[in-house]
């Protein structure tokens, strides 16, 4: 039987073994693929060469047949529902009926679930698939059968047998008996607890015009949010064979690293206060990251009326710098109307969000690996977004032209367009941020209501310094200030010409990494009235990145 040469699990085809390392053993780094099939121990640095490799053995072997022709097939190497521990599946060659039925369940479970992790398949596309598979096969596999057992019978084959291979066309035939509909494909994913299911709490009650008989009528709706339990989430996530292992060992790497250097938050001070001075626990920060955005056209009439905001979480500070922005390390935690949080407040609607992760800090979530048992606590380390949805979520002025639109200092917006150098004592602190909660005056303050995440325990607003580097420098500060350094050099000190310029930027080697980040060519309608940089942030920071080295031999 092909068995993964990492933790030594045995599956029942090359396949299933492809499918176990690329779901089970993503985390692990520079691996050496090692092909562990007797007689062959032929090593790959390419994921992809030794699948194709793997594919290329038969799957022979009739002494491991027959030592677990009695062993109950398991779906855990593709549905994560136990441990890769026991992970064994009935060969082929001695299936029974219900083993094969069984088979072909799992691997239809597998197919809807590849299908459901498409954003590119809409959810009632999928339906239409499930529809169109079983009426190709309707067709198809009725002629096949026929043919197939009337020359068995010609050949005066086993009745057993014939009836045996008769059923297995039927379950081919209609592999997605279970999961005809939606309702039940989503019931078959959660009793496999790969599929957690949001949870609708009520916030509130609006009226709503209805019509009865012809006639219009108000009614009260409630006001739903939909909320995915964390502790489920997280759980699932840190059962993966291999995550806690790599959180923990780049734990380590960063507590090695000298010479002062930060480069997580894990080593920032208040990340030091939350995280080691528990040493006797595991405690894991994580950050939130809110947003709205737009379903409709947001140049049509009805833009606004359907915004979504979304509240996510990420492990950015925990795990290595290749995982951190990949959407598999990133959970949906909350979704809700926005203009429902307008009318029913932050506190109505983050309030299940926030008693979740005061259980996770307090009780913490136990997670099952190598037959051991593990507690894992998770801080709230940063509430992260852009401007705007900060200000918003955290109480302070949404308007950045206020009296005082900061929510970092207290400074007025005339400091603030004079100010180079911080002045620490107009910094916010718990004592200024209460006087100003007390006086309840925006335009004094520049607070708009006391921020219901300090109900978050060990976290407080004034010590969330997470700034927006996209909006605020790479699509701010850094493409203005790109474009005024360009028309300096290019209109007044005629070191070089913008057609030399855009030369260079379209030849430049940018390398492997960068190459889909080239920036864009400049007009010289950008240069000559010092107009931001028309270039995505990605672009900007390749070129600010760059310029030193395109342009160095010009500059004097």
């Known amino acids: 039987m092909p068995s993964c040469f990492i933790c030594l699990v045995c599956v029942n085809s090359f396949k299933s073994l492809i499918r176990h390392i690329k779901l089970f053993h993503s985390f692990e780094n520079n691996i050496e693929y090692k092909c562990i099939e007797p007689s062959c121990f032929r090593n790959y640095n390419s994921f992809d060469s030794f699948s194709r490799h793997l594919l290329t053995h038969t799957l022979v072997n009739q002494e491991s047949c027959s030592n677990i022709h009695n062993i109950e097939p398991l779906t855990v190497d ?52 499930v529809n169109d598979i079983n009426g190709f096969n309707d067709k198809c596999m009725q002629v096949l059968k026929k043919k197939v057992l009337q020359n068995l019978e010609e050949k005066k084959s086993d009745v057993n047998s014939i009836s045996k291979i008769s059923v297995m066309f039927d379950v081919i035939n209609d592999p997605f008996i279970n999961l005809k509909t939606e309702y039940k494909r989503l019931k078959v994913l959660e009793e496999l607890g790969v599929y957690i299911k949001p949870i609708e709490i009520t916030i509130g009650c609006r009226n709503k015009n209805v019509t009865e008989q012809d006639n219009i009528v108000i009614d009260s709706v409630n006001v739903k949010i939909c909320f995915i339990p964390l502790r489920c989430v997280f759980k699932v996530f840190f059962e993966q064979p291999g995550v806690l292992k790599t959180v923990l060992n780049y734990f380590e790497h960063l507590n090695s690293m000298t010479g002062g250097i930060v480069c997580s938050y894990f080593q920032s001070e208040v990340g030091k206060v939350k995280c080691h001075n528990n040493t006797d626990k595991i405690i894991i920060p994580f950050f939130l990251y809110f947003d709205e955005y737009e379903t409709n056209n947001p140049l049509g009439a009805y833009a606004g009326k359907k915004k979504i905001g979304a509240v996510y979480v990420s492990f950015g500070s925990c795990i290595p710098p290749e995982f951190q922005s990949s959407l598999n390390y990133i959970f949906l935690a909350l979704l809700f109307i926005a203009n429902d949080r307008k009318e029913f407040g932050n506190k109505n609607i983050f309030k299940e969000l926030i008693n979740e992760i005061n259980y996770l800090q307090t009780n913490g979530v136990i997670v099952n690996l190598g037959n051991k048992n593990y507690t894992i606590y998770f801080s709230l ?104 350094i360009l028309y300096e050099f290019i209109i007044n000190l005629k070191y070089f010409s913008l057609d030399t310029l855009n030369n260079r930027l379209q030849y430049f080697n940018y390398g492997p990494l960068e190459v889909q980040n080239k920036p864009q060519l400049i007009s010289m309608d950008v240069i000559r009235n010092k107009k931001k940089l028309k270039m995505s942030s990605s672009e900007v920071l390749c070129f600010s990145r760059h310029l030193g080295i395109m342009i160095g031999d010009l500059v004097p």
Not at 79 to 106: G, M, Q, R, W, Y
Not at 107 to 121: F, M, P, Q, R, T
Not at 425 to 431: D, F, G, I, P
Not at 446 to 469: A, K, M
């Open 78 to 129: 593709t549905l994560h529902t136990k441990s890769n521990e026991d992970l064994i599946i009935i060969p082929p060659c001695e299936i029974s009926i219900e083993a094969f039925k069984k088979l072909v369940t799992e691997d239809a479970i597998v197919l809807v679930s590849k299908w459901y992790n498409e954003a590119v398949v809409p959810r009632n596309k999928l339906q239409t698939l």
């Open 381 to 484: 380390a940063l509430i992260i977004g852009d401007n705007l949805g900060l200000h918003s979520m955290l109480g302070f002025s949404e308007s950045f032209s206020a009296n005082y639109p900061c929510r970092f200092c207290l400074c007025s917006k005339m400091e603030c367009n004079y100010l180079v150098v911080q002045d620490d004592s107009k910094m916010r602190n718990e004592e200024n941020y209460s006087q100003g909660v007390a006086i309840d005056n925006l335009s004094l303050t520049g607070i708009n209501e006391l921020c219901v995440w300090n109900q978050t325990n060990d976290f407080h607003v004034v010590y969330n310094y997470s700034v927006d580097l996209m909006h605020d420098i790479l699509e701010g500060v850094c493409s203005y200030d790109l474009s005024g």
